[in-house]
């Protein structure tokens, strides 16, 4: 397996080690969410894009920049508004990525950048669910742009 996908897999695993009752898809052929949000909530991990990469030459190296785009989804859950379960699945992730900032050796650097929130449409009545943008930025390198 790629370097690339390795550290997708591994970031998807990361936040389904740091949401336990959440569903996370992505990267398995789930591309689309389905339409209702699970209690615990719902996180969509897409492949992103690595960017062109930075060289090295001896040896040969190419160090990129992968920001992986993060969909997080969330209803209200536990006596907490839709906006406060957000927020506990938001700082839940970015506890991980501080904790596991190379995927054990895996990256050089992951961090993550700031969410952007906002309702999601829906067709139901009542208040709508909260659902939240950001990306996780993962810095590594490798011998050949294909492995």
């Known amino acids: 397996m790629s370097k690339r996908l390795t550290v997708l897999w591994r970031v998807k695993q990361l936040i389904q080690i740091a949401l336990p009752g959440a569903r996370v898809m992505g990267l398995d052929g789930e591309d689309a969410a389905p339409a209702i949000i699970p209690p615990a909530g719902m996180v969509v991990v897409r492949s992103g894009d690595p960017g062109e990469p930075e060289y090295t030459f001896s040896p040969m190296a190419y160090h990129y920049e992968h920001r992986i785009p993060i969909e997080v989804s969330t209803a209200r ?15 839940a992730i970015g506890q991980a990525v501080a904790t596991d900032r190379t995927l054990g050796g895996l990256c050089d650097w992951l961090d993550t950048s700031a ?27 490798t011998p050949n742009p294909l492995t």
């Open 77 to 91: 859950s536990h006596g907490l508004t839709s906006e406060e379960a957000l927020d506990v699945m938001l700082v």
């Open 115 to 141: 969410a952007g929130t906002d309702d999601i449409a829906i067709e139901a009545a009542g208040k709508p669910p909260r659902g939240a943008d950001l990306m996780i930025m993962a810095s590594y390198s």
